[in-house]
């Protein structure tokens, strides 16, 4: 059991570049996450999705794009990045069931943008 | 005021020691506390969570919960230098199942 799969695990882009980042999970789960960590800063969310085919902003969505063709796929892309967008971004996905349900995350996309 | 407030650390520590990591929060709207764990360059993983104000234990793990003062602390007892990392305080609403995170505390247990 994979859980959380990001790809790549890092890159490195020049200003002005577009990339997609990948998340799959394995685990059934209809809520799926992206954030990006800097230092300083702890975790912050980009986008989710409550479901296939559905998205919603978070609390940094500016610069970014999302996708959930897939229930088992939550993609990132940058259209035009930029070197405020370095960072480590974090993909999380979590059950639907009564109550709150824990959040797991992928190991995370180390990505500079020169 | 941040909605989130996280010591800073980093905090050294010897092997053994019992140690006490912190958070406050200022949005009463939050209902599950929780505590993430993260070693370096690898992705949070849940340490503990919970609804209620109170106590709650795993294994050498506590976590506390004061609704009133708006205030969660971890506890480790006998610490060990595999709890060597970053600690991560975080809430939720219930609404999307969404998070709000401390920015860590890093803590080194040494030998």
């Known amino acids: 059991n994979a859980g959380v799969t990001q790809t790549p695990k890092f890159r490195v882009l020049k200003t002005g570049q577009s990339m997609t980042l990948l998340c799959a999970q394995d685990?059934?789960?209809?809520?799926m996450y992206w954030y990006r960590q800097d230092p300083g800063m702890g975790l912050r969310l980009i986008h989710y999705?409550?479901?296939?085919?559905?998205?919603a902003k978070g609390e940094v969505p500016d610069g970014y794009n999302v996708s959930r063709l897939k229930k088992q796929n939550f993609l990132l892309g940058l259209e035009s990045a930029a070197p405020s967008q370095t960072s480590v971004y974090f993909c999380?996905?979590?059950?639907?069931?009564?109550?709150?349900?824990?959040?797991?995350f992928g190991d995370g996309t180390r990505l500079s943008i020169l | 005021q941040k909605e989130v407030e996280q010591d800073p650390g980093p905090l050294s520590v010897p092997e053994g020691a019992i140690v006490s990591l912190n958070c406050t929060y200022s949005n009463s709207a939050f209902q599950y506390f929780m505590w993430y764990r993260q070693y370096s360059r690898k992705g949070p993983e849940l340490l503990m969570y919970t609804y209620s104000s109170g106590n709650k234990e795993d294994g050498r793990f506590t976590a506390q919960v004061d609704k009133s003062s708006k205030y969660i602390s971890l506890f480790i007892r006998d610490s060990q230098p595999s709890d060597s990392a970053t600690y991560l305080c975080a809430w939720g609403t219930g609404g999307g199942n969404k998070l709000t995170f401390g920015t860590g505390t890093q803590l080194k247990v040494e030998l």
């Open positions: 999705s409550v479901g296939e085919g559905t998205t």
């Open positions: 685990m059934n789960h209809e809520y």
């Open positions: 999380a996905s979590s059950s639907r069931s009564g109550g709150y349900q824990p959040q797991h």
